[in-house]
């Protein structure tokens, strides 16, 4: 069973001895004697995060049953978390037990840190910041067999929410975000058959009861950031503090972002990257770079026959990727990669599923 009491001071460790451990016993510091755990912990005033979401609007009928619209929206996040960009981790943080040229000041692989005592220390804190805005026009149209729709949104989402090179001033990695995609278009469309003799008789029941759906989704890529893995005695680790992730200078941002480009490493040339000052980090801007277009088409074709008459049988032919356009992924930006700049996957090649529901 726990007992609590009241601390006797409001520094730490409020009045209380820390315990001995066996034959390690802990530092000045709090740490453990020729060991260096890696630890982390949360700013003791930290506030939740602030959205602040806008939007406007305006829609008008350009002609019998078509209607174009206008929007505008907008996002603005303050007070978020270091390192909570991270979405598919559940611990956030930045890494603040480090400083630039540890391993120059050193002579050593290992980095010595600000508190000798501990490893990584990864702090969480309300010191990043995000942006969002788009504009949205569309149009849609309704007429007696055909409905329609189709959208375009040219945005831009930013952020500083990731973990960076340096935990210092975070606000100079502001910049496009990871899911960023400046240039959007969607649309749908669906097509009913007419029928076919009324319906009637056998080829009228073969032939009536169609109907035709198709989507697009067509985006500009995602962000690229290169960096390097590499140690500091391997070339890497440009700012010397023991985190092998490390930003090179930039010496043009022109990119080829075609799809030959990046299977055969045009696209990111390494010659392009270059090493800054030893001790120093590089001049690259955040996510500066971009992935390959994305592109996709999908169809299906659906036959409703009357059974009975509250019975119907609907057989679904469904295409997905209908033409067959690779979307490459897995592009390389680590610099100490052999396969840097290559892209090393691609999404779902066309696929065909057929598909039957009997509703009654």
């Known amino acids: 069973m726990p007992i609590f009491g009241l601390g006797t001071t409001n520094v730490k460790p ?45 829609e008008r009928e350009v002609a019998h049953n078509i209607v174009a619209s206008l929007a505008y929206s907008g996002t603005r996040g303050t007070d978020l978390l270091s390192g909570g960009g991270q979405v598919y981790n559940v611990s956030y943080g930045q890494d603040i037990n480090v400083f630039e040229g540890d391993l120059i000041q050193s002579g050593s692989t290992s980095p010595t840190r600000l508190n000798t005592s501990f490893g990584s220390i990864y702090y969480t804190q309300n010191d990043r910041e995000s942006g969002y805005n788009a504009f ?38 502001y910049g496009p975000s990871n899911w960023d995609a400046p240039d959007r278009v969607s649309a749908v469309v669906n097509y009913e058959v007419p029928k076919y003799n009324n319906g009637l008789g056998l080829t009228g029941r073969a032939l ?37 992730c490390d930003f090179p200078n930039v010496t043009s941002y022109k990119q080829d972002t075609s799809r030959k480009a990046f299977l055969n490493t045009g696209s990111l040339v390494g010659s392009n990257f270059t090493a800054p000052t030893l001790g120093t980090d590089g001049n690259e801007k955040y ?57 090393t996957s691609q999404g779902p090649p066309r696929f065909f599923q057929l598909g039957g529901n009997l509703t009654f």
Request: charged residues 15%.
């Open 208 to 244: 009536s009861g169609w109907s035709v759906n198709g989507t697009l989704i067509a985006q500009s890529g995602n962000p690229l950031n290169v960096y390097t893995s590499a140690s500091f005695a391997n070339g890497g680790d440009y700012n010397a503090d023991g985190d092998n």
């Open 14 to 58: 409020y009045g209380y001895a820390a315990p001995d451990l066996p034959a390690r016993p802990l530092t000045a510091k709090g740490g453990i004697e020729g060991l260096q755990f890696s630890i982390g912990g949360i700013d003791a005033n930290l506030k939740s995060p602030i959205a602040y979401i806008y939007s406007a609007g305006v």
């Open 287 to 343: 996510n500066a770079f971009r992935t390959p277009a994305f592109q996709q088409w999908d169809a299906s074709f659906l036959k409703t026959t009357a059974i009975a008459e509250s019975v119907n049988f609907q057989l679904r032919f469904e295409f997905f990727n209908i033409f067959n356009h690779p979307n490459l992924g897995g592009v390389v930006t680590d610099l100490s990669n052999g396969n840097f700049g290559k892209a």
């Open 136 to 173: 949205i026009a569309g149009i849609r149209g309704r007429f007696p067999r055909t409905f329609f729709t189709v959208y375009y949104t040219h945005s831009a989402s930013k952020d500083d929410t990731q973990v960076l090179p340096t935990y210092t001033n975070p606000h100079r990695w």
